[in-house]
């Protein structure tokens, strides 16, 4: 019998960005979220060297930039995303110093102790909470900053339903004070953390997603591959609107001593 679900490593990569292009964001947050993590950040200037990591289309990276000097460096996988980034920035007319390149999280073009803030909302889980903190610290300056968010559980325990979604989904999700722990561990200096609003899942990411959803459908309607996804992406939504008070995103801000 095949299962009612896929699970969300199933489907094609290509598929995937293609369906998140369309949207602002690819992950739940929203500008007043950036700006509250930002503002526990301190010591930027023009000199400054900033990467967010995982940027898909850019759309935090541009708040970021509106409210931080210095240079900023987006770094994502998938040239789409980048494009988009790249074209955000033109409008903006920030290109001379924010710059989106195609590349890998856990392959990084910088020199070592070159940034001052490392940032990455909703895309750490790619290659691993505690591996991506200790990877990442090589890159920063002593003083630097990380600030990332991360899927993580609110209560010790919770239904079966939504444990076992997740154990599928990203296995490294854990509570807040063992993910803190890992960040102190990494070689941190745990500087804040805090749980974002149901509204960065709700109205920035799953509202929006409704009208692409029925325009993904459309382009694929014979794909039994796409219709799957949407499937999948829906799935997700129910779970979080049922189980939100179980689970959510945190945004872990340390400092590099």
């Known amino acids: ?16 960005a293609e369906y998140f292009s369309n949207l602002q964001r ?14 526990f ?14 940027c898909g289309s850019g759309g935090q990276t541009m708040v970021l930039a509106q409210y931080t000097p210095g240079k900023i460096a987006g770094i994502d ?5 980048i494009d988009q980034f790249n074209k955000q920035a033109e409008q903006l007319k920030i ?3 924010v710059q989106g390149i195609s ?36 890159f920063l300056k002593k003083g630097g900053y990380v600030a990332v968010s991360e899927a993580s559980w609110f209560t010790t325990e919770r239904p079966a339903e939504i444990e076992t979604f997740w154990q599928d989904a990203y296995p490294g999700i ?10 102190q561990k ?5 500087i804040a953390s805090f749980v974002l609003p149901e509204n960065c899942w709700i109205e920035h990411f799953y509202t929006p997603q409704a009208e692409a959803q029925e325009v993904f459908l459309k382009k694929y309607a014979a794909n039994k591959n796409a219709a799957d996804f949407i499937a999948n992406q829906r799935h997700e939504e129910q779970l979080y609107m049922k189980y939100k008070a179980y689970y959510g995103y945190v945004f872990y801000i340390g400092k590099k001593l």
């Open 186 to 190: 990494a070689g941190y200096v745990p």
């Open 77 to 81: 996988l998938f040239p789409l995303f």
């Open 26 to 39: 690819q992950g739940p947050g929203s500008p007043e979220v950036t700006i509250k993590a930002l503002s």
């Open 103 to 138: 590349g890998s999280m856990d392959d990084l073009p910088f020199q070592p102790e070159e940034l001052d803030l490392i940032w990455s909302e909703g895309a750490i889980y790619n290659i691993g909470f505690e591996r991506g903190l200790s990877y990442w610290r090589n």
């Open 95 to 97: 290109q001379d110093r």
């Open 174 to 183: 854990d509570t807040i004070p063992n993910k803190v722990a890992q960040l």
């Open 41 to 54: 950040i301190e010591g930027l200037s023009t000199d400054s060297r900033i990467a967010d990591l995982g």
């Open 1 to 16: 019998m095949e299962k009612e679900n896929k699970s969300i490593h199933e489907f094609d990569f290509s598929l995937i």
